[in-house]
């Protein structure tokens, strides 16, 4: 299955956000790779469960977010897992991820690539 999202404003960290993600069996740490404020991708060391909820906590400029969604798709990566996260989040926490977002991009603006 391929999972299309048309989401517009999805921000890829360049250095990964640290999270805790846990499951009915186990806590699972982890790194967001992007965010936005109805999904994300995240890679583990662990299998994620596919379809299954899962809840997240992660840091994000001194606030601490703790939210829950759903693994719509993961794919084995070496040692790792990567697995994309569709959030279930009401629309204030939609927009506190939002104005998070926008005050991390002034605080640590990406660099240029060569």
Known sequence: ???????????????????????????IDGSILDLSPN???????????????IHITFGLNGNQFKITGNVRWKKSCL???VGGIQL???QSAAKAITRELKEYVKKFPKSASM
């Open 1 to 27: 299955m391929r999972y299309k999202r048309n989401e517009p404003f999805r921000y890829q960290f360049e250095k990964p956000i640290y999270c805790i993600l846990q499951t009915n069996q186990e806590k």
């Open 39 to 53: 999904g994300m991708k995240v890679t583990s060391t662990k299998d994620l469960p596919l379809f299954r909820t």
């Open 79 to 81: 040692a790792s897992c």
């Open 88 to 90: 279930q989040n009401d």
